[in-house]
């Protein structure tokens, strides 16, 4: 994605001297400005912040539109609202260290946005129409972190001017210390000091919470922190919270890799969780508890950021670094399908995204048992259940088994979603799509201008949901709005991911004679790569937790088929009651207890069959209301819903916790956390 701006007519435009721009006094202004910041201009919007967090001299943002983020905070919501023909520059400042030469290329002011590093898709992307352009030089003694922001992708020549202009505008003090001072000069690194306390993680790693959580050092003799949103070292304090016995663990794994390669540059660690867990935000969909965390692969150029492909890796660095971790218990560790690196399939598994850093995560440990564990608390679950008649989307708390709110929704809602602290409802007649929050119950807001949309599913990652229109034939991608529609074929109906968030299969119809595959390698763009026989009229889909093999559910007959996922062929069939019929895999993140089961409805049996998936073998038969053909799953906790009855029937470790009628039909049901 990164390139360099190579283009003659940008560099005649841009470069000093050259074109129609007139030269500003720029020069001494920045040198001997006692201020960091962009002088004022008319037709431009600044906001200053000399004491931004993590900024030595300060941070910066100049916009042609309001500035709608606190001053010196990354322009997040700024971009959010950026037009087409709106720009956005953001500058950080950070005292230059030791390590800053390789990190920043030495420059004088000004900065030449021709010289920039662009990059049209970028992680915290919060408008996809928004490309980056990244300065990383190092000037007046400072290491500065310049963006511009462009509201579309291809900027013409006159915005591409505009924003050289107020670069020229930036101000930078002169940093007398650093600049008449060594690298030699500069004080060791301390010994991360660490304010150790018991705590407690609660939840799933994904569905979580976390109570009296440590929080990591920025940086140490061994590590250097890293945030993936703002791109530079160290990460946010806030996002640096775990469990004390994860904390320990990654400050022993990283002393023992010092010592073992006393020579390697030092270890750039990612996000922990938040101060006291939850929804971290749209980057992850897990680390909620405390026990995941983020580390980069060391680099072959020792540079101390985050690598921007595999290509830039140390394999044997990395794979040492796995293996200590490994040997520590890690529970799960996910690598990026480039990497090559390799450990017991069980526990190291690829996943897409994950080129750049190895996503590790423990287990509870001895202060959380199992049962804390794997259930959150009783007062915290719910079952949200569309109730299409009435319009209404319905929240039952679990544990007092009493509505706690009857939701205004558009006509017709059908289908319901939840997933990393945020519900989807889709509202077939209405053509609309609602996002909900589970914990305050509120409408977060409302999609329109869909034909007849009827199922939204959540890629992997938790940042993107798909919605397929059958009236169209179309797949939505939704990243806050719907940022592109593609033709996948009429009657888009059930869809499932792949775990690895590579692949999309799509059964066009209820009763569907074909199934669409998409690639989804790059979520935000999916294109559509082929079609699969189902060898019948197939109904529903879902990919095993392996992402090795496809279960295909039916309209028309008894039974499933199972499809190599691979080949697209059918290797299996396995009784699963009167059609029609829907499947859904536990989820189990790791955990040993759950992750075994499919569990297949057939709501014209009134029944649920529990099949160990990797023996294929049915496991028992749990017996639910009529009409009860769509269900959820959480860690071993079922729900299904009645269409005919309105009834809602939850059920854990094989016992019936809650049947209860809740409307006078019940189309869709999900589990969340409230």
């Known amino acids: 994605m990164l390139r360099i701006l190579t283009s003659v007519a940008l560099a005649a435009l841009l470069l000093p001297g050259c074109g129609d721009r007139t030269e500003q006094p720029h020069g001494h202004a920045s040198v001997g400005s006692s201020s960091f910041g962009f002088r004022p201009a008319a037709g431009w919007n600044t906001a200053t912040d000399a004491a931004a967090p993590g900024c030595a001299a300060g941070a910066a943002t100049a916009a042609t539109v309001p500035v709608a983020d606190r001053p010196g905070d990354f322009p997040e919501e700024t971009m959010k609202r950026l037009p087409p023909e709106g720009i956005v520059v953001w500058a950080c400042s950070y005292v230059a260290g030791p390590n800053g030469a390789s990190n920043f290329s030495p420059a004088t002011l000004p900065l030449h946005l021709s010289e920039a590093d662009v990059q049209a898709a970028w992680e915290g992307q919060p408008n996809p129409d928004v490309p980056q352009y990244v300065l990383w030089r190092s000037a007046n003694g400072y ?27 930036l101000e930078v003090p002169l940093d007398t210390e650093t600049t008449t001072g060594s690298a030699a000069d500069s004080p060791p690194r301390a010994v991360p000091q660490v304010h150790w306390r018991h705590s407690l993680s609660l939840g799933r790693p994904y ?24 791109l530079h070292s160290p990460d946010r304090p806030w996002r640096r919270y775990g469990n004390d016995r994860l904390v320990r663990i990654v400050l022993r794994v990283l002393a023992g890799y010092a010592h073992a390669h006393p020579d390697a540059p030092r270890v750039g660690i990612g996000d ?18 405390g026990l995941d965390v983020d580390v980069y692969y060391p680099r072959l150029d020792r540079r101390e950021r985050a690598p921007r492909s595999a290509a830039q890796i140390d394999r044997r660095l990395a794979q040492d670094l796995l293996g200590r971790f490994l040997h520590e218990g890690a529970v799960k560790i996910f690598v990026g399908p ?25 287990a509870p440990g001895t202060r959380t048992t199992p049962a804390a564990y794997t ?143 998409v690639d989804t390698r790059n979520v935000a763009r999916p294109r559509l790569v082929g079609h699969v026989d189902p060898r019948g009229l197939a109904h529903d889909l879902a990919f095993t937790p392996d992402g090795h093999y496809v279960w295909v559910t039916y ?120």
Do not use: C
């Open 207 to 230: 569905d979580g919470s976390l109570v009296r959580g440590v929080r990591f050092p920025a940086e140490g003799r061994t590590f250097f922190t890293w945030d993936p949103i703002l």
């Open 143 to 169: 290491d500065l972190d310049v963006r511009v922001f462009f509201g579309t992708e291809h900027p013409p020549a006159q915005r591409l001017a505009e924003a050289q202009t107020e670069l020229d505008r």
């Open 338 to 362: 480039n990497t090559h690196l390799a450990g017991p399939p069980r526990i190291v598994q690829v996943l897409g995204h994950h080129d750049n850093h190895m996503h590790v995560r423990i």
């Open 375 to 517: 259930a959150p608390l009783p007062s915290e679950r719910i079952a949200l259940v569309t109730a299409e008649r009435e319009n209404r989307l319905i929240a039952v708390d679990l544990r007092s088994r009493r509505v706690l709110r009857r939701l205004r929704m558009p006509d017709d809602p059908q289908n319901v979603e939840a997933y990393a602290g945020e519900a989807v409802v889709v509202s077939t007649r209405a053509g609309a799509v609602t996002f909900v929050d589970p914990k305050t119950l509120k409408v977060r807001r409302i999609l329109h201008g869909f034909g007849a949309p009827h199922i939204a599913a959540f890629a992997p990652g938790g940042d993107y949901v798909y919605v397929s229109d059958d009236e169209r034939g179309q797949l939505a991608v939704v990243l806050g709005r719907v940022i592109r529609r593609i033709f996948v074929g009429y009657g888009a109906h059930h869809m499932s991911f792949s775990p690895d968030q590579r692949r999309l299969w799509v059964a066009l119809g209820e009763r569907a004679r074909s199934i669409a595959v």
């Open 272 to 289: 922990f969780s938040r101060p006291h867990g939850g929804y971290f935000g749209p980057k992850h969909a897990s680390h909620q508890n």
């Open 555 to 674: 309209d028309d007959r008894s039974y499933l088929r199972v499809f190599d996922a691979r080949t697209q062929r059918p290797v299996a069939t396995l009784f699963a009651g009167s059609a029609p019929a829907h499947v859904r895999f536990d989820d189990a993140s790791g955990l040993s207890l759950f992750g075994r089961y499919a569990y297949v409805t057939s709501g014209n049996s009134s029944a649920v069959r529990i099949f160990d998936w990797r023996a294929r073998r049915l496991v028992r038969t749990i017996r639910t209301a009529p009409g009860s053909y769509n269900l959820s799953i959480d860690r071993g906790l079922l729900a299904t819903s009645s269409l005919t009855d309105g009834i809602v029937t939850v059920v854990s470790g094989g016992r019936r916790i809650l049947s209860e009628r809740v409307a006078p039909a019940a189309r869709d049901v999900a589990l969340a956390v409230h």
